[in-house]
């Protein structure tokens, strides 16, 4: 299976900011998601992103909030913008590998926003 | 769209028994896959095992098995010899056969089951 790497694993986030997330993968793949997981809930996908085209979201995310790059097949990267409280989540980055497609996970980057 | 359910928020198992955890889906295709992942504290997601519609056979990797019922639309993972080091939250996936262009690569995601491990 691919080994994934997600930049920061953790932060404290203010108010009102934005941070980025990255997420690196060690081999080519052509599709990568990002999903969230809020507090003590299962996970959401916000968006697909297929190298060299935008990014495809999901009912209820946009573009302006969650920004995402795809420059190359092994990474990606995943802006959560003007963050308020509610934006304190788990973001996973994950790929589409292997036998049967299967989806992996990186670490996860845990945000809290005060 | 597809649901997944498991109604089983938390469970407790002994050391070294077995323990089953329950998934239900609903959806109008006949062609898909089933994952279960774990997430243990540190807040990864781990594949544990995987099961393909068309597969009667049902998944087994190693301690790890499943009980695919297609027809009842339900999908339970068997743990056996439980370890300290399977406490974990538990989360049954669903997801669709992709087309070529690689869409409805989505995972649905069931709500999860805590499962603790008593020594």
């Known amino acids: 299976s691919a080994v994934i790497s997600q930049k920061p694993s953790r932060d404290i986030c203010q108010r009102g900011t934005s941070l980025t997330i990255q997420c690196q993968v060690d081999?080519?793949?052509?599709?990568m998601f990002w999903y969230r997981q809020q507090p003590g809930q299962s996970l959401t996908l916000i968006a697909t992103a297929n190298q060299g085209s935008e990014a495809t979201y999901e009912s209820g995310f946009v573009i302006d909030k969650f920004p995402i790059s795809r420059p190359n097949l092994t990474f990606s990267t995943l802006t959560v913008s003007n963050m308020s409280p509610e934006d304190s989540s788990i973001y996973l980055c994950?790929?589409?590998?292997?036998?049967?497609?299967?989806?992996?996970f990186g670490e996860g980057s845990w945000l809290t926003v005060v | 769209a597809q649901t997944v359910t498991q109604s089983q928020p938390e469970m407790s198992v002994q050391e070294a028994e077995t323990v089953t955890l329950s998934c239900t889906y609903d959806t109008s295709e006949s062609d898909y896959y089933l994952f279960w992942y774990k997430q243990p504290p540190s807040r990864q997601m781990i594949l544990v095992i995987r099961?393909?519609?068309?597969?009667?056979q049902n998944a087994t990797e190693n301690r790890f098995s499943v009980n695919f019922q297609k027809a009842a639309k339900s999908f339970s993972l068997k743990i056996s010899d439980s370890q300290l080091g399977d406490a974990a939250m538990y989360f049954c996936a669903y997801r669709s056969t992709p087309p070529r262009d690689g869409s409805g690569s989505r995972l649905t995601f069931g709500e999860g089951t805590q499962l603790t491990v008593n020594p």
């Open positions: 099961q393909e519609a068309y597969k009667q």
């Open positions: 994950s790929v589409r590998q292997g036998f049967g497609n299967t989806i992996y």
């Open positions: 081999s080519q793949v052509t599709m």
